[in-house]
C-alpha cells in the first residue's frame, strides 16, 4: 500500500467519485460536498489531499482565522479509515499552522459524532465550548 500526502490549490470533485464520508451505521453514503471546501484566497488556506495507491481517500481544508488555523474539513473515505489518514492529514495542518506563525488550530465537530471527539482529543486538542456543535482547539504556541 502506497500512501501520499500532496497539497493542492484546489478540489477536483471527480477525485471523490465512490468515496463515503458517512458516519451512519446503518449505512447511508455520504459523498463529497464541494460546498465545504475553503473559498478564501490561497494565502489564507491550505488544502491537502491523501492518496492509496494513488486514489484520493481522503482531504483536510484549512483556512486562516485571525490567529488561528481553522480546520474546515478532515475527511476520510469510510473504506480508508484506520489507516493513519486523518493523523497524516491533521499533520499537515499542523505544519501549515506553523508555517503561518498561528497560535492555534480550531475545528468543530458534530455532537453526534463521539468518534470525532476522540480523535481530536487523541491528537492533542481541548474541548473549548460545547452547544450544537462541539468545539475544539491545539494550542500551538503561547
Known amino acids: 500500500m502506497d500512501v ?9 470533485s471527480a477525485w471523490f467519485a465512490g468515496c463515503d464520508f458517512g458516519l451512519d451505521p446503518a449505512g447511508r453514503a455520504y459523498p463529497f460536498d ?8 490561497p494565502e ?11 486514489r484520493v481517500a481522503g482531504y483536510a481544508a ?4 485571525g490567529d488561528a488555523g481553522e480546520v474546515r474539513r478532515l ?9 493513519g489518514l486523518g493523523r497524516l492529514l491533521l499533520g499537515e495542518a499542523r505544519r501549515w ?26 491528537q492533542g486538542f481541548v474541548l473549548i465550548r460545547q452547544a ?5 482547539q491545539l494550542t500551538l504556541r503561547d
Open 4 to 12: 501520499s500526502l500532496e497539497r493542492v490549490s484546489a478540489l477536483d
Open 34 to 41: 464541494p460546498a465545504y471546501s475553503v473559498s478564501l484566497g
Open 44 to 54: 489564507r488556506r491550505m488544502i491537502a489531499v491523501a492518496r492509496i495507491d494513488g
Open 62 to 65: 484549512c483556512q486562516r482565522d
Open 75 to 83: 475527511e476520510i473515505d469510510h473504506a480508508a479509515r484506520g489507516q
Open 97 to 122: 499552522a506553523g508555517e503561518q506563525g498561528l497560535a492555534a488550530l480550531v475545528l468543530e465537530t458534530m455532537a453526534d459524532n463521539p468518534a470525532a471527539g476522540r480523535f481530536f482529543a487523541h
Open 132 to 136: 450544537k456543535a462541539l468545539h475544539w
